[in-house]
């Protein structure tokens, strides 16, 4: 059987390009024991993505070059070596971008398509809806009444907080690019206010939604937008670092916040969160953000691209702000 698999050939410089991949159809190897064959369904695009592509220390390894390039996958079990696993179970893990997988079932969690539809576990109920739920509420601790921002909030990550800072009682105000997104946002998902980060001077607009000022932060972007909203934090503010997507495709040194010292004037700290901590208690928030799901407190959105050989471009849709809730890439092009 032939498999089509995108291998990281080099490491990008700046912005990936079409010449830092190799679109490759391979045979799929036989089975060891305790392995399984897995039909991938929906790949994950992440901005993670782009640092697991450059070589050095982060908190996980970085993809070598030659491998399948890393995706968090979900899929369908075609062949079984492992008595735990039958062939028809469907299955979330990290297969990669390819359209079969042999893989060890270590890494495999059996998931219910009954219960959401498949591309729902790589989004509000997989690792963004983690990062985001743990994040805030852990990190972000935000409190009945409090004014909670997020930026990247018409993402994969952002829109969730949003809503469970919603749920929680905040008052939210998202910070996103273009006048959709900032209209969805409102009007779909409940936020108080919106700020067009491309049209509108954020400091300005924060100061107009948030006279109070800024109480959490949940920050996904870094870079001027961080800068802007420390100018407007509260005494004892939360500032959560879960990205900087501003940074990531840099060729310059990362660039750090010049207006720390409002942290020390408002006695607040700031936190970076890695969602890998909690996964022990993902079942518990998965069922818990079902729950919300259910009671249409909180919505998912899932932006779904089709057809494996589209990958390239499609990851580089998170870094030009194309997509509007979790973006996957559909493995069949129909
Ligand atoms: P996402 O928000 O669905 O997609 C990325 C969005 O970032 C784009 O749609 C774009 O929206 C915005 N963006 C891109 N370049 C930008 C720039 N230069 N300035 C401002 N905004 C920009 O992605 P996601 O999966 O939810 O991830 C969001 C962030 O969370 C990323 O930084 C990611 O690395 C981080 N993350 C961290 C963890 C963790 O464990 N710490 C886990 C998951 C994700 P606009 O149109 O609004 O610009």
Known sequence: MKNKQFLLKTRPVGTPTRDNWDYVETEVPELADKQVLVKVAFISLDPAMRGWMNDGKSYIEPVQIGAVMRASTVGQILKSNDPKFQVGDYVYGHCGVQQYAVVDTQGLHKIDPSLAPLERYLGVLGMPGMTAYFGLLETGLPKAGETVVVSGAAGAVGTVVGQIAKIKGCKVVGIAGGADKCRYLVDELGFDGAIDYKSENVKKSLKALCPKGVDVFFDNVGGEILDDVLTQIRMKARIVICGAISQYNNTTPVKGPSNYLTLLVNRARMEGIVVFDNVANYPKAAAEMAGWIKEGKL????????????????????FKGENMGKLVLKVDAE
């Open 299 to 318: 919505k998912a959105k899932e932006h779904v691209v089709k057809g494996i050989e589209r990958f390239p471009e499609t990851l580089l849709m998170l």
